[in-house]
């Protein structure tokens, strides 16, 4: 879930949304961070600062803030910029795996943090590696369908290294080796396909299918996650059905 949730319902107020979208805000310049101290402020020679800039103006990240964080990460403002990367495992209703990918300053704030937030909304703690087994880091570009059929999809994007495409509802969701993201993006415009999102995630190889109750047993734990300072992204192998959405809807 890149800086917003893939399962969040549609009722929310709007103090709500503007501090999620301050919250996402937060989360997207500590990426960009993360990126310009791993390897250098120079974008066009770092890949990764390259998608997190990209990201960060398609989520409207005013540039001045963009540029600050970038030369606060390289080191040229004299700031100290440490983060270390910490993912978490848990398990959800219905035996849903959850995987949580933290940036933190402050390893045992995360941790506890992480933890209560778990157990307080339904959650297990789970053992390492017994739940990241099920994923893999894939290069994910979604895209509404329109017009499009798959094959139109295959076509733009086969030869630069997509390995599959996915059918979610009214969208289309390409799956690629993250290095080889950035030539699926490109054969995309090339062919003139827009796209929404892409993104470097964690992809399950198998989908656990959640009934209403446990939907909102789920959403509950992702919202309370995604609601930490130290939480950049929350992965799931749920499957919530277009019958139960609607279900929720009506909540």
Known sequence: MAGHSKWATTKHKKAVIDARRAKSF??????????????????????????????????SVPNDNIDRAVKRGAGLTGETIDY??????????????????CLTDNKNRAASEVRLAITRNGGTVADPGSVSYMFARKGVVSLPKNELTEDDLLMAVLDAGAEEVKEHGENFEVHSDPTDLRAVVAGLEEAGIEY???EIEFVSSMAVELDADAARKFLKLVDAL???????????????GQDVLAELEND
């Open 26 to 59: 937060a989360k997207l310049i500590k990426n960009i961070e993360v990126a310009a101290r791993n390897g250098g402020a120079d974008v066009s020679g770092n890949p990764a600062l390259e998608l997190a800039v990209q990201k960060a103006k398609k989520t």
């Open 84 to 101: 270390t990367e910490i993912i978490y495992e848990a398990r959800g209703p219905q035996g849903s795996a959850v995987l949580i990918e």
């Open 196 to 198: 929404e999102t892409d």
């Open 226 to 240: 995604e609601d930490l300072d130290d939480v950049q992204n929350v992965y799931s192998n749920t499957d919530i």
